[in-house]
């Protein structure tokens, strides 16, 4: 581990072009890396050559350092790195990976400058890799594969999904609202999106609960923030954010607030106080029209059951009426049987009769 440490270090150190130094470098004041000339813009068909070129000035000397997509760009075959009062990166032969940012870093001790271009690698036209790569196999030898059915059921449920799911997106987004201190500002939203998104709501990057001032309220697809007095504190950026499984949508705005003096202020509370009253004088006369409803309905409920209790009383003495007659027919069958043993007796006394002596 210590080796491949030590080989790590000595690649960064070789990836720094180290410029010559010459002898009345010493006496210049020291200065950070700045580029003169900017590399540019470079287009090439994949595995021709593509090359970059800079000049840097600043003291002492600055060293520099070539990235390609991020990555360090180290001098050997695939890369040449030369300098000739000038900084230069070679590709003799570019590869669909060169694709993309190449960045230059200029370092000294006196700062850090970079400056970034990009490499653009278009693929042959006559370059038949990729389509023999991604062209079936055809085995030879065996059976044609047929899939099971429940695995063409459940590609085709997955698909059906898929196509029943949408991003989720903002039918009415959130706008800007101005308002004087201790007035009420909402911010409203409707949103869609399948499967339906969770809703997030921020003020200046932290998330909105609700409080006695501050209500959040999240019904069918609409949304709402709803400030019942305005503070300074309440000033400031807001964020509705849906997200689901498929995506994110943001819908921002702003609340502007200004404040009152001394006097308004004191106007102003001693009209919601008259308000608030307003309200719970309201509130206690529907209270009391309730009960009194709730009262009468009582009444008319206990006099329905009298009435009730009443009339099951008839029927309970019928039902004793009944039960009387049946218990008469029984009586009945029970002299049959008495008849019945009375014959056998008499059998019996015939055939003592017969016996001699």
């Known amino acids: 581990k210590g080796m491949k440490s030590i080989e790590k270090i000595r690649d960064l150190e070789a990836a720094?072009?180290?410029p010559p130094e010459k002898p009345d470098d010493e006496e210049k004041p020291r200065e950070k890396p700045v580029f003169v000339t900017k590399p540019e813009p470079f287009t090439t068909i994949e595995g021709d050559c593509a090359r970059f070129c800079c000049r840097v000035t600043g003291?002492?000397?600055?060293r520099v350092m070539w990235l390609i997509n991020g990555h360090t760009v180290v001098n050997g075959m695939r890369y040449r790195l030369t300098y000739d009062g000038m900084w230069h990166l070679?590709?003799?032969k570019t590869r669909q990976y060169d694709h993309g940012k190449i960045e230059v870093v200029a370092r000294n001790s006196s700062g850090e400058t970079r400056v970034e271009t990009t490499l653009t690698v278009n693929s042959r036209g006559d370059d038949y890799r990729g389509v023999l790569k991604n062209s079936p196999r055809r085995i030879l030898g065996t059976k044609e594969y047929r899939k099971p059915e429940w695995v063409t059921h459940m590609e085709e449920l997955q698909s059906q999904l898929?196509?029943?799911t949408s991003t989720p997106t903002f039918i009415q987004e959130i706008t800007?609202?101005?308002c004087q201190e201790?007035?009420?500002a909402t911010f409203e939203a409707v949103y869609a999106g399948t499967p339906t998104p969770d809703i997030i709501w921020y003020h200046n990057d932290k998330i909105i609960r609700n409080t006695k001032n501050v209500k959040v309220t999240i019904k069918e697809n609409r949304t709402s923030v709803?400030?019942?007095k305005v503070r300074e504190e309440d000033a400031g950026t807001y964020v509705c954010k849906a997200t689901s499984e498929v995506g994110l949508a943001v819908s921002k705005a702003i609340l502007h607030y200004s404040g009152l003096t001394s006097e308004e202020r004191q106007e102003v509370e001693i009209r919601q106080a008259h308000e608030e009253m307003e309200k719970i004088r309201l509130e206690q006369t529907k209270l009391i029209k309730?009960?009194?409803?709730k009262k009468k309905g009582q009444l008319v409920l206990t006099d329905r059951d009298s009435v009730q209790q009443e009339e099951q009383q008839i029927m309970e003495s019928t039902s004793q009426f009944v039960e009387t007659s049946e218990s008469a027919r029984a009586s009945m069958k029970f002299d049959i049987q008495e008849s019945v043993e009375v014959s056998a007796v008499a059998s019996s006394k015939k055939v003592a009769d017969n016996v001699t002596f």
């Open 16 to 18: 720094w072009q180290v």
């Open 290 to 293: 309730k009960k009194s409803e």
């Open 226 to 228: 709803r400030i019942l």
């Open 182 to 184: 201790l007035e009420s």
């Open 162 to 164: 898929k196509a029943a």
């Open 90 to 92: 070679d590709i003799p």
């Open 59 to 62: 003291f002492p000397r600055p």
């Open 176 to 178: 800007d609202v101005r």
